[in-house]
């Protein structure tokens, strides 16, 4: 089945088990009165927890060797890396803070102790640039393939999360970056945007905004989904990368093709966040932040849908994982 | 490697980490002034964050089909019990309240959606039981076996978390339960001791703590580590399971067979703990837990080292993870 069709049977599973806990309260010896409860729908970048004084972030992700990396040609230091880098990203969705986070190893017996050595050789400089507290986990062996998921947590933005669901009609829509291309390597280098989102957020108020790991075609609808809008798209604003480029060199028509990658690859990890016009203006004169061009690359629309400015509908595209 | 020889690597690698972050707090536009530090050592039962406002507790397993389950024999929805109990069972050893977890599953492609809602139908009861909310995770395929890893957070005991650095000599030590045998079932369908502990801790004030999951022998050995001190066992007192007198009947010497399965089985997923005297006696008269036996089975001495009564050394034991 698809990854949509699962989320289909999940989201509503979860809140049905949400709506349970909220009715058997009281079970419990410990106070059930502050007892943290789910403020999001499952399916945003993390879940957001009211636990009585300020907001819990959570989220946590799971990459397999053959799958998400491939061991037989990445050196295993990117692979920590990139392991809390995709949940730092998830917290950097939600303008988010990181806190601790929990690693959870399956080693491959033959040379485990060297292989998680320098897993977390790249997991912990990264965790140390954002101020994030590595604070246990588990490590197994097994005669399988490396699996490494990390779980973090992290606190709200003093302005409130920023959610996919906030989205409104007249809403410019902007990413960081530049898109397209992230198998050339940018997908094991990538910055998290946890800075940048917590700069934006406080400087210009964000309405919605998720990190863009499945290409922005298909996570875009994410968020005009949640928030029940649709969005046009300006073809010619699209922040094309240098990989997205060299990839679509080859093409009969290059600069199509570039922009297909721009729109359909997934691990770009750059933000998509849409905030009122006024606050796009200014944000897009400033330019506030150092190395990192921000786009805009279309307008939220009250009819739903995702459209170029012509009026044709963008092809359905982006990253789904099956099982 | 050993599980220990890890340990002893990752505990002074982890602290280093900790220690660097303090040094560099500041550097992120986030307040890192209540930014969450880590105030247990790595190595006891979940982490704890002092996060500004009353502390976290978090925690993470992983679980691999052929090495903790054997999906050929046992139904997924069990599985997935065990999964999230595993968990819980290490906030009941701090005596915390649980709040929310993730679960991550790396799926077999043939019937991932099959399991995936088995493995579900098994955890969201017993999450529900708690009080827990299952607050996201990650979902994949792959062509290997099923990796199931769970993440929980919590809240501390108003009383304090209960760690395992806090026996001191003259504690009597005590166990929840009887011991032993678990492999005959109970490791799938074990009750997280989260009410008792934190009862107890309220009713009794717990001085150390820890959840029997490689076996009393050797966990025990964590806590006398832990708090540097010794331990006097009553071999009589051992509260010997069913099931460990049973896979001991055909044994030459059944009562010592049965006493080794009590002392170096490991998944009992019972309660050791140690407390001053005075209120170990209140609590071993009261009996205040229903259904569930609270027996002392030793003293905490200044000596170090793990003894019988009778003075003789208990040998080694208890489960070791090799990688």
Redesign the interface.
């Known amino acids: 089945?698809s990854?949509f069709?699962?989320i289909s049977?999940?989201q509503p599973?979860?809140a049905a088990?949400?709506q349970?806990?909220r009715l058997?309260?009281g079970?419990?010896?410990?106070p059930?009165a502050d007892?943290?409860?789910?403020i999001t729908a499952?399916g945003d970048d993390?879940?957001v927890?009211h636990?009585?004084?300020?907001d819990?972030l959570?989220?946590?992700?799971?990459l397999?060797d053959?799958?998400h990396f491939d061991l037989g040609t990445t050196p295993p230091h990117l692979v920590g890396r990139k392991a809390l880098a995709v949940n730092l990203s998830d917290l950097a969705a939600m303008a988010g803070?990181p806190?601790?986070a929990?690693?959870?190893?399956?080693?491959p017996?033959a040379g485990?102790?060297e292989l998680?050595?320098a897993l977390?050789s790249g997991l912990?400089p990264l965790?140390?640039?954002?101020?994030?507290?590595?604070?246990?986990?588990?490590?197994?062996?097994?005669?399988?393939?490396l699996?490494i998921?990390v779980?973090i947590?992290g606190?709200a933005?003093p302005r409130g999360s920023v959610r996919r669901s906030g989205a409104v009609a007249g809403d410019w829509i902007c990413v960081t970056g530049t898109l397209g291309g992230s198998i050339l390597g940018h997908h094991l280098s990538f910055t998290p945007r946890?800075?940048e989102a917590?700069?934006l957020h406080?400087d210009y108020g964000l309405h919605a905004m998720l990190d863009l790991s499945d290409g922005l075609a298909g996570d875009l609808r994410h968020i005009l989904r949640a928030s029940g809008v649709g969005a046009r798209l300006d073809a010619a604003a699209l922040p094309i990368s240098q990989a997205a480029r060299r990839l679509a060199a080859g093409q009969p028509d290059p600069v199509d093709a570039a922009r297909q990658h721009a729109l359909n690859d997934g691990e770009d990890f750059e933000l998509c966040f849409t905030l009122p016009e006024a606050a796009a203006q200014r944000l897009l004169a400033a330019q506030p932040l150092p190395g990192v061009p921000i786009s805009k690359i279309g307008e939220v629309t009250a009819a739903k849908g995702l459209v170029w400015q012509g009026g044709s509908a963008v092809a359905a595209g982006g990253w789904q994982?099956?099982?």
Not at 127 to 145: C, H, Q, R, S, V
């Open positions: 089945m990854e069709h699962w049977w999940l599973t979860l088990h949400e349970r806990m058997t309260s079970v419990t010896p410990w059930s007892h943290g409860r789910l499952p993390t879940a927890m636990v009585g004084h300020g819990l959570l989220a946590a992700d799971m397999m053959g799958v803070a806190e601790s929990t690693v959870c190893l399956a080693l017996k485990g102790e998680a050595k977390y912990l965790a140390e640039e954002y101020g994030l507290t590595i604070a246990g986990g588990d490590t197994n062996a097994w005669d399988g393939p699996v998921s779980a947590t606190r933005h946890l800075r917590w700069q406080r994982h099956m099982f």
